[in-house]
């Protein structure tokens, strides 16, 4: 059975500051997603991580995946309260011909003055 | 371009009643669907999936249902709500082709009294 675990869980951080949420798997995966949840909000596609090693960049988010760790990073530089959000990685499995993600619990991130 | 519509909004139900969520998905042809719920302040839980009309697996035993009567039709119901039915409900779209990613709706919120 596919696990996503994330950590930490709940994040309270000062603007300006940097931090790293981490995202990891249990079973094999060459991909990786993260999205972000606005409060009462649907998701939103944040990156799409195809191979081991990428990295992919958007204002001061930055996230990454190692495949053989089984980790994925989702980096903030210097954060601004537009950042305060709940980030989810997830992970995808074909299943009974299927394709499916596993979503981890969740990073509730709030940047404070 | 593609576009996921989920409806209603927002609803309050009484116990014992019966539920309609739909969902269309427009701009592609044979998508997977996929419903999801969120009950608050927890992480995604996968209800329904479907690669095709009539196809629908269950993740989870339950009294909901779902059917896809059309390509890009995908409806969860419910004879019998339970209280703990009570939740943010996602219906969601992908394709299989490169990145995959899962593009979600914009949410029901769901409260059973």
């Known amino acids: 059975e596919l696990k996503v675990e994330q950590n930490p869980l709940f994040l309270s951080m000062q603007e300006g500051k940097n931090y790293t949420i981490y995202c990891n798997y249990s079973?094999?995966?060459?991909?990786l997603y993260w999205y972000r949840q606005d409060p009462g909000k649907s998701l939103e596609s944040l990156f799409v991580l195809l191979s081991n090693g990428a990295v992919k960049q958007e204002g001061r988010l930055m996230a990454s995946l190692d495949t053989k760790a089984r980790l994925s990073t989702l980096h903030i530089t210097a954060a601004v309260h537009d950042l305060s959000a709940t980030y989810f990685c997830a992970v995808p499995y074909f299943g009974a011909g299927s394709y499916q993600l596993t979503f981890g619990k969740g990073t509730k991130l709030s940047v404070i003055p | 371009s593609q576009t996921i519509h989920q409806w209603p909004a927002t609803l309050v139900q009484p116990v014992g009643s019966p539920l309609s969520l739909e969902c269309t998905v427009e701009g592609t042809s044979n998508p997977n669907l996929y419903w999801y719920r969120q009950a608050a302040g927890r992480g995604l839980q996968l209800l329904f999936y479907s690669v095709g009309i009539g196809q629908i697996s269950s993740e989870v035993p339950q009294n909901l249902s779902a059917s896809r009567p059309q390509d890009r039709q995908f409806i969860l119901s419910s004879k019998k709500l339970l209280l703990s039915d009570s939740g943010f409900y996602l219906c969601?779209?992908?394709?299989?082709?490169?990145?995959?990613?899962?593009?979600f709706g914009e949410g029901s919120w769901l409260t059973v009294v």
């Open positions: 969601a779209w992908s394709v299989l082709r490169s990145g995959n990613t899962i593009y």
């Open positions: 079973t094999t995966s060459d991909r």
